[in-house]
């Protein structure tokens, strides 16, 4: 393999955000992709860095230098990201789906691309990065979680990973972040070896969404909710995160992983952090991050008896017809991997003494939704019960598709007598602010680099959240699974969970 010699950048060492007028702008440094070739530097860290370019928020001096198996040059390198970029314009599903590329910003981001051919467990690739780096670096881990462990072994080893003179060194993980508790822990006291806590961001991406970011404000900031935010006016939450796709071309990576490991110890978890905490006592990356420590350490292990999980079956998504779940690439025809989960779990805090938190997260089901609905309890002296009663509140907290928040209230209907219907009040983020196209990863890299953790999960909550599924990674290993035929809203035994407690999941296709 041939090793590309890489230039020599030495930058200036700043340590904190500078500010250009009113725009924040990240410190000088060098941000090292390890799977430059992939899929994820292709349709989100690149579109993440042109509008961070775009924004004004990247220094002048950033450096980005791309490492990756193949062989190829900085031009061709360049030109793939290009490529891509451009094709996410004529792409409605991409992830990043703007009008145009501007040339400006993307010239900004594309003269500072390096390629280097490398393999990830060759000591001559960190050599190479040895030589080329002095002062400020991230290094991004886009590649197959099995290299997390050793990348950054060797990254230690090379001393890759020592601060000092003014300068930083962090390590982004992505996820999957272990498969169980016990590699969760192994990954963790691994990198805890060649790092300090503060130099690991693991990325969760569903924090980058603004719509989650925003929860904490609008619980906080707003003295009309947290009276009322608990199980004194609560009676029970439901968290989902609904997907209409299939596993597509990831049934290498979806098939030892399924629903569960996939979505729930991680972003659904995230999503429960943010409706559940308690205050923090400011915003302080440590406050935030023990608030939500906390919460999780009060979450019970999940019963299996408290748990359903399906797999889909050939279908129809949007009027066409979609293949089995075992008729998928890379994925065996007895395949019992799980594409839908959905599970009660309970908290011990005063706080939330009593009610459930329902969540659930499926491919091919009938609608996208990612969003919590916050049920609340019928009045305390129903009043209208003579005529018939009221719907129970319900809060919806829109993240995905739509960006926004829609709550039921009950009024009088117009006309003679007293009957009540329900009506529904709230916002949409695009009536107010102005929505740029983004991929939510703009935000993490830009707190990455001046180094607010506030958005990056820590090592114990990482361990906190695989300690509450555990059980039920045990208790699915080797049970059946159910089944529900793709476009519908996941198999009936889900639905018999929660109709056991009186309850029914909010209808994924009423939008
Ligand atoms: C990823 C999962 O982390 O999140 C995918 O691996 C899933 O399976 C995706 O589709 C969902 O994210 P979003 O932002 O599209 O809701």
Not at 291 to 319: F, H, M, S, W
Not at 494 to 501: G, P
């Amino acid at each position: 393999m041939s090793v590309i010699a890489l230039p020599v950048i030495a930058l200036p060492d700043h340590g904190t955000t500078d500010t250009d007028g009113d725009v924040p702008r990240a410190p000088p440094c060098t941000l090292v992709i390890f799977g430059a070739s992939g899929d994820l530097t292709k349709r989100l860290l690149m579109p993440a860095l042109y509008n961070l370019a775009e924004a004004g928020h990247l220094s002048d001096d950033v450096r980005i230098i791309g490492v990756d198996h193949n062989e190829n040059t900085d031009e061709g390198w360049r030109r793939d990201l290009s490529d891509a970029l451009q094709e996410s314009t004529k792409d409605p599903d991409a992830e990043f789906h703007p009008a145009r590329i501007d040339q400006a910003p993307w010239a900004f981001v594309r003269d500072r691309l390096r390629y280097h051919t490398g393999d990830f467990e060759a000591a001559a690739t960190y050599r190479a990065l040895r030589e080329a780096l002095t002062g400020s670096a991230i290094f991004y881990l886009a590649v197959s979680a099995r290299f997390f462990g050793p990348v950054v072994e060797r990254l230690g080893e090379a001393g890759l990973l020592e601060e000092g003179e003014g300068r930083f060194r962090r390590v982004v993980v992505e996820k999957p972040f272990g498969e169980d508790l016990a590699s969760a822990q192994a990954l963790n006291a691994s990198l805890l070896k060649q790092a300090d806590e503060a130099q690991i961001f693991r990325i969760d991406h569903f924090l980058g969404k603004e719509t989650v970011q925003s929860l904490l404000a609008l619980r906080f900031a707003n003295r009309l909710l947290e009276p009322v935010w608990n199980a004194g006016h609560v009676e029970f939450v439901e968290i989902t995160a609904a997907e209409t796709i299939g596993v597509g071309t990831r049934g290498a990576f979806y098939e030892p992983t399924g629903a569960l490991r996939d979505m729930v110890p991680n972003h659904l978890f995230q999503l429960l952090c943010m409706v559940a905490i308690e205050p923090p006592a400011s915003l302080d990356a440590e406050a935030v991050r023990d608030a939500k420590a906390a919460l999780i350490g009060a979450i019970r292990p999940v019963e299996p008896g408290d748990a359903v999980r399906g797999q889909y079956r050939a279908g129809t998504e949007d009027g066409a017809g979609v293949s089995s779940y075992r008729d998928e690439a890379d994925v065996g025809p007895q395949s019992r991997t799980e594409t839908y989960a959905a599970l009660k779990l309970t908290i011990g805090t005063s706080r939330w003494d009593g009610v459930p938190f329902y969540l659930r997260t499926g491919k091919r089901l009938s609608g996208r939704r990612t969003e919590i609905a916050i049920h609340f309890r019928a009045p305390a002296h129903d009043l209208f019960a003579a005529v018939g009663g009221g719907e129970a509140n319900v809060m919806r907290l829109r993240i995905d598709p739509e960006h926004g928040l829609a709550t039921t209230l009950s009024v009088k209907r117009p006309g003679p007598g007293m009957r009540l219907g329900p009506v529904v009040t709230g916002f949409s983020y695009g009536d107010f602010f102005t929505e740029a196209a983004a991929v939510g990863y703009e935000t993490l890299l830009f707190d990455c680099m001046t180094g607010d953790s506030t958005l990056f999960q820590r090592a114990d909550m990482i361990e906190g959240a695989w300690a509450v599924v555990d059980p039920l990674i045990r208790a699915w290993k080797d049970a059946p699974v159910d089944e529900y035929p793709a476009g519908t809203d996941g198999p009936a035994a889900a639905d018999a969970m929660l109709a056991r407690e009186g309850r029914a999941w909010t209808p994924l296709s009423d939008a």
